[in-house]
């Protein structure tokens, strides 16, 4: 597995700096939120930038995801909407687009995958009803990411329609047979109560192709500091050693931009060791 770090901890930086200090601390992959400033869609950099982070990825031999969770892109007044479940149809066709692009992004890349969430529901709308929503939008960004050759995995998340791995697996009951992937954080696993966590990196495993990591407390959904949670790592990180995962092991800490650079650096002083402990190498 491939120690990563996601961007939106680095949110007060240029996507091209953060790039760089991760690099210069060791991290092999990058998990990207495209966000304000960030390969945006709404920004004419965009393309500019995508050339830049492309050969800058390519300088430093690290691979990347594609995220997709930024908070206020696309409505600056509404955190993460609009998403595949939102009420009104053409809020929803705007998420479709924009995970259209997302998928864009990632064949330019040849990024690993992109990480996708279901939305939560509004408070209106039951449950049997954010399916038909999400089913009605989540095919086409499958399609139109199968034609670009790119693999999308969703994550359970806490709050939303798709929240915990029981209703994954009711979700892909829909299909007759889908592409989707699945992206894992194993701190929602934990907030959730769905333990033992090695069991469901087991489980899952021809599924999986990203994973997200940070502490956390149970029943409280907040990404902490490793050390600060409750989390025993080192079961987990054998977990996906014994299973041969080859994917980025992506560090989210969203609310931590503000000491972006330290938390970084703890981040991987915590996890080296554990990880190289788990897979059998040391440092050369």
Same mark, same amino acid.
């Given at each position: 597995?491939?120690?990563?770090?996601?961007?939106?901890?680095?949110?007060?930086?240029?996507?091209?700096?953060?790039? %760089?200090?991760?690099?210069? #601390?060791?991290?092999? $992959?990058?998990?990207?939120? @495209?966000?304000? &400033? +960030?390969?945006?869609?709404? =920004?004419?950099?965009?393309?500019?930038?995508?050339? %830049?982070?492309?050969?800058? #990825?390519?300088?430093? $031999?690290?691979?990347?995801? @594609?995220?997709? &969770? +930024?908070?206020?892109?696309? =409505?600056?007044?509404?955190?993460?909407?609009?998403?595949?479940?939102?009420?009104?149809?053409?809020?929803?066709?705007?998420?479709?687009?924009?995970?259209?692009? +997302?998928?864009?992004?990632?064949?330019?890349?040849?990024?690993?995958?992109?990480?996708?969430?279901?939305?939560?529901?509004?408070?209106?709308?039951?449950?049997?009803?954010?399916?038909?929503?999400?089913?009605?939008?989540?095919?086409?960004?499958?399609?139109?990411?199968?034609?670009?050759?790119?693999?999308?995995?969703?994550?359970?998340?806490?709050?939303?329609?798709?929240?915990?791995?029981?209703?994954?697996?009711?979700?892909?009951?829909?299909?007759?047979?889908?592409?989707?992937?699945?992206?894992?954080?194993?701190?929602?696993?934990?907030?959730?109560?769905?333990?033992?966590?090695?069991?469901?990196?087991?489980?899952?495993?021809?599924?999986?192709?990203?994973?997200?990591?940070?502490?956390?407390?149970?029943?409280?959904?907040?990404?902490?500091?490793?050390?600060?949670?409750?989390?025993?790592?080192?079961?987990?990180?054998?977990?996906?050693?014994?299973?041969?995962?080859?994917?980025?092991?992506?560090?989210?800490?969203?609310?931590?931009?503000?000491?972006?650079?330290?938390?970084?650096?703890?981040?991987?002083?915590?996890?080296?060791?554990?990880?190289?402990?788990?897979?059998?190498?040391?440092?050369?």
């Amino acid at each position: 597995m491939l120690l990563g770090y996601n961007t939106n901890g680095l949110a007060h930086h240029r996507l091209i700096d953060a790039i %760089e200090l991760l690099a210069s #601390l060791g991290y092999q $992959s990058v998990a990207i939120t @495209i966000d304000h &400033g +960030a390969l945006s869609p709404i =920004d004419d950099r965009c393309e500019r930038q995508l050339h %830049e982070v492309r050969t800058l #990825l390519a300088r430093h $031999s690290m691979r990347s995801v @594609i995220e997709t &969770g +930024a908070r206020y892109l696309l =409505d600056p007044w509404h955190k993460h909407e609009p998403t595949l479940v939102s009420a009104r149809q053409a809020d929803r066709a705007r998420r479709v687009d924009f995970l259209r692009h +997302a998928v864009d992004v990632a064949a330019a890349l040849r990024s690993d995958c992109v990480s996708i969430w279901s939305g939560v529901l509004p408070a209106d709308t039951d449950t049997q009803e954010g399916f038909r929503r999400l089913l009605e939008g989540l095919p086409r960004v499958l399609e139109y990411a199968d034609k670009r050759n790119v693999t999308v995995a969703l994550e359970p998340e806490p709050g939303m329609l798709i929240d915990t791995m029981e209703s994954y697996r009711q979700l892909l009951a829909q299909f007759d047979s889908t592409p989707l992937a699945l992206t894992l954080d194993l701190g929602h696993l934990h907030c959730l109560g769905e333990t033992p966590i090695a069991e469901v990196v087991h489980s899952w495993d021809d599924r999986l192709r990203n994973v997200h990591i940070e502490d956390m407390r149970y029943r409280v959904h907040q990404h902490l500091m490793f050390g600060e949670g409750e989390i025993d790592f080192p079961p987990i990180l054998a977990a996906l050693a014994e299973i041969g995962y080859q994917g980025g092991l992506h560090v989210e800490l969203s609310r931590h931009s503000h000491a972006g650079p330290q938390a970084a650096r703890e981040a991987m002083a915590f996890l080296r060791p554990v990880v190289e402990s788990c897979s059998g190498t040391s440092d050369k």
